[in-house]
C-alpha cells in the first residue's frame, strides 16, 4: 500500500488528507521539527510535538498550531498519526503513520545517541522508512560526546588563562541549546548572540530550563569578556558583530569539522565533530531496527547511501526534497569527492 506519496508541495498522505514538513501552502502539515526546513510558514493548521510549539510560534507567528506528546495517537480521516523522539533537538519526532495494518514512519532528522538534553531515540517499527543521509557516507563517525566537550572544554579554559575570549559557533536552533547544556559553566561567563537568546527565551517561557547565558550587547566589560565563551550563529562569521569581542579565537561545532580542512577554509582556529544528525553506523543501526522492507532516503548523500543500502539487500530508493540537513556551511569538497 502506498500510503504516502511524494509531491510537488511535500510528502502526502492522501487518505488522511494531511502533509509531513510540506514546502507548499497545505491546509494540514504534520511537523517533524521546528527546524525552517521542516516547518515552513502559511499553512493552514499545524501538527507538532508539543516541545517545538513555542519555536514554531516564534519563527512563523500567529499560526494555528496543535502540540501533541510523544505516543499520544491522533486520527485524521481514518488514518493514525502518532510521534515518537527523534532525539535531533528539542521537541523533534519521528512521524508514525498507520492504516489498516500498513505502517509508514518519516524520521525527519534523527541522531540516536543521547545529548543530554533532547528526549532520546526511540526506534520505530515500520514497512516503509523514511530516512534522511545528511552524513551517510562511512567517513562520518562520531566520537563519544564526552571525549568531545572535554576537547571544547580544555580549549576554553586555555584561552581564558591567555585572557582571550572564546566565540564557538553552532546553529541557534539546536546547536546552541546542546553546547550551553554539556560545556563547564564555572570556567568562566557565557554570552549569547541575539538569535540564540530568542530561542532560550521562547523555551523558558513554555517552562522549558536551560542553562544561563548573558545577551551579548553593548559594553561588556573587558575583563569579563577575556574569560567569556561567546555562543553565536555560523553567520556571524566574517561580520563586524564578532570584531567587537576581539582578541578572541573561534571554534566551529558541526559534523563537517570530521573533514579536514573544512575548518581552515572557515577560518577557525578550532573545530568540533558535534552534530545533531546520525552518522553512518547510527542510519545503518536505526534502519536495521525498524525492519523496514522499503526505504525511502531523502536529503544528504542520498545516491550513495541508496547503493550501500542496496548492496546490503535492502529495497531502497532515492527520492528528491527541499530539506537540507545541516547544510546551512557549505559542503565541504572532500565529502563530494568521497561520494564519487
Known amino acids: 500500500m502506498q500510503l504516502l506519496s511524494f509531491t510537488e508541495s511535500g510528502i502526502y498522505c492522501e487518505k488522511g488528507d494531511f502533509y509531513i514538513d510540506p514546502w507548499r501552502k497545505v491546509k494540514n502539515a504534520v511537523i517533524t521539527h521546528a527546524h525552517s526546513d521542516h516547518a515552513r510558514w502559511g499553512s493552514e493548521h499545524y501538527l507538532a510535538h508539543h516541545l517545538s510549539v513555542p519555536i514554531m510560534k516564534l519563527r512563523l507567528g ?27 533537538i528539542i521537541g523533534s519526532a519521528q512521524v508514525r503513520i498507520e492504516h489498516k495494518g500498513e505502517v509508514w514512519v518519516v524520521s525527519g532528522d534523527y541522531k540516536t545517541t543521547s545529548d543530554g538534553l533532547t528526549t532520546p531515540f526511540e526506534p520505530v517499527r515500520c514497512h516503509t522508512f523514511i530516512t534522511e543521509s545528511t552524513f551517510g557516507l562511512p567517513i562520518f563517525q562520531w566520537k563519544p560526546q564526552k571525549n568531545v ?16 575570549a572564546t566565540v564557538l ?3 541557534s536552533l539546536g546547536k546552541a541549546q546542546r553546547l550551553i547544556t554539556n560545556i563547564d559553566p564555572e570556567i568562566g561567563p557565557i554570552f549569547l548572540h541575539g538569535s540564540i537568546k530568542n ?6 517561557q513554555a517552562g522549558i530550563k536551560l542553562p544561563h547565558g548573558e545577551y551579548a550587547v553593548g559594553n561588556i566589560e573587558k ?11 555560523p553567520s556571524v562569521i566574517g561580520t563586524p558583530w564578532l570584531h567587537k569581542f576581539e582578541p578572541f579565537e ?8 570530521a573533514l579536514r580542512g573544512t ?20 542510519l545503518n543501526q536505526t534502519i536495521a531496527a525498524t525492519g523496514a522492507e522499503k526505504v525511502y532516503v531523502t536529503h544528504g548523500y542520498t545516491a550513495a547511501y541508496v547503493k550501500f543500502l542496496r548492496e546490503q539487500g535492502i529495497d531502497a530508493e532515492e527520492v528528491a526534497t527541499k530539506f537540507v540537513g545541516e547544510m546551512a556551511e557549505e559542503e565541504p569538497e572532500e565529502a563530494k569527492k568521497e561520494e564519487m
Do not use: C, T
Request: glycine share 8%; proline share 2%; charged share 25%.
Open 263 to 282: 575548518r581552515r577554509r572557515r577560518n577557525a582556529d578550532k573545530g568540533f565533530a558535534v552534530s545533531d544528525h546520525a552518522d553512518f553506523l547510527e
Open 62 to 88: 500567529d499560526i494555528s498550531v496543535r502540540g501533541v506528546n510523544y505516543g499520544e495517537e491522533i486520527v485524521m480521516n481514518g488514518v493514525k498519526i502518532s510521534f515518537y523522539p527523534a532525539g535531533h
Open 149 to 164: 566537550f572535554d576537547e571544547i572544554n580544555a580549549w576554553w579554559r586555555s584561552n581564558s588563562q591567555k585572557n582571550v
Open 250 to 257: 573561534l571554534g566551529i561545532a558541526s559534523g563537517w569539522m
Open 199 to 204: 530561542i532560550h527565551d521562547a523555551y523558558f
Open 169 to 171: 559557533i553552532g546553529y
Open 223 to 233: 575583563s569579563k569578556l577575556n574569560k567569556s565563551l561567546i555562543l553565536a550563529p
